[in-house]
């Protein structure tokens, strides 16, 4: 494969660049999450992935708007919350991510699940698409959604092109983010993306560290002079995806950024890869379609 670098770039469907490493930020602290970032920053991140729900938003765009790193240097996502999956609730929501983080526009806006009903999935992502169109929004996606939402999605697209008056009216699907991981590798769900040239983000890159310690790991990280973490991020970035490691670490923050001195030998990406459905996180790919879990519209 090509030589992978820090700087590196994906062009989306929508036509801007998402950088190929990114930063998560769930569970930073939102007394703390501005200098984590800027943290990030320090060791070469560009990319900062955030979300309603984790409510550091306005932590983060603190950071983004002290950096001396240009604003168009830095890519920035959050989500619109589970509970909030509906056209007024995500209309809301996205004013308040804006008004939060202080910044003028939001470079890539999900749906953090796949909740609420059919109707109500659709209005959320109508809510994201005008976002698009008045420009307050860069980018949009999903995140957490299983093949039978993502089909449901491609529907709406089509739906809302024919109500909305043609090609492009319905939005561009640029993104989505999974768990992804040696220990859940989501097959069909990137199989999915690839076809519509969707980029995969992948959350939770290091399995929240509980796979630490496989033989087959520990062969690698032996094998590469490299720590566990580090080769599993680097599987990610070496099957395509964008991996969002996270810590609130500075030590940790910079030693998951150093992954490009090194190259995972093809067997070794493929033998790193199981069968197993073993996810550590929540897990709404499985839900049905007409999940209203706790909607607030």
Known sequence: MSKLSLNDTIKLNSGYEIPRLGFGVCHSPADEVDKIVEEAFNAGYRHVDSASVYRNEAGCGAAILRSSIPRSQIFFTSKVGPKHISYNAAKRIISESLEKTGLEYIDLMLLHAPYGGSANRKGAWLALVE?????????????????????????????LEAERGGPGKGGVLSVGQWEIHPWCPRKDIVEWCRKRNVVVEAYSPMVQGK?????????????????????????SLQKGYVPLPKS??????????????????????????????????????????????????
Do not use: M
């Not at 698009?132 to 939402?149: A, L, Q």
């Not at 520990?218 to 680097?234: F, M």
């Not at 992954?259 to 990406?269: A, K, P, Q, W």
């Open 131 to 159: 976002a698009v169109e008045e420009g307050k929004i860069r980018s949009i996606g999903v995140s957490n959604y299983g093949v039978h939402h993502l089909d449901e999605l491609e529907q709406h697209i089509k739906e």
């Open 248 to 297: 609130v670490r500075a030590e940790k923050i910079k030693e998951n950024a150093e992954v490009y001195g090194f190259e995972l030998e093809e067997e070794d990406v493929k033998g790193l890869e199981t069968e197993e459905y073993s996810p550590v996180c929540w897990d709404p790919t499985t839900s049905e379609l007409d999940n209203y879990t706790g909607q607030e519209v």
């Open 211 to 235: 796979r630490f310690g496989e033989p087959g790991l520990k062969k690698l990280a032996e094998k590469y002079g490299k720590t566990e973490a580090q080769v599993l991020v680097r599987w």
